[in-house]
């Protein structure tokens, strides 16, 4: 009885395999650029949280060393923030100012890119 149920069953076809495949295959080519967009907007989001994280790290540095403004490796030095080397993703440089009344502005920026300026006050710009 066994034997005649293995030999009723038959495999996939050639065909069958093959439509299959150019199924998958039109399924990558329209998810693939969809998640490529979303990695880059969620590298543009870690770099504007860092741009945050700098600033009010500058504002603790600024009152708490008799109004000196700090640079960013002094702050990386004071182990407030992690060097921008380390820890941006999608920009490759970051300034930071102080106002005299220790308003923090920090600048992300990157070859070819538009900088994002944070100001701890109004936010991104």
Do not use: C, H
Not at 17 to 27: E, M, T, W
Not at 73 to 98: C, H, N, R, W
């Amino acid at each position: 009885m066994m034997k005649k149920l293995w030999k009723s069953q038959k495999g996939f076809t050639l065909m069958e395999i093959i439509i299959v495949i150019v199924i998958l295959g039109i399924l990558a080519m329209i998810a693939i650029p969809r998640l490529i967009g979303f990695t880059a907007q969620a590298e543009i989001a870690s770099d504007k949280e860092y741009a945050a994280v700098a600033a009010r790290a500058t504002e603790l540095y600024w009152a708490a060393n008799d109004k000196t403004a700090p640079t960013i490796a002094e702050l990386v030095t004071a182990k407030m923030i992690d060097a921008p080397g380390d820890a941006l993703q999608y920009f490759s440089a970051a300034s930071v100012t102080v106002d005299g009344d220790g308003i923090a502005t920090v600048t992300l920026s990157g070859t070819g890119l538009t900088s994002i300026t944070y100001d701890s006050v109004t936010g991104y710009n």
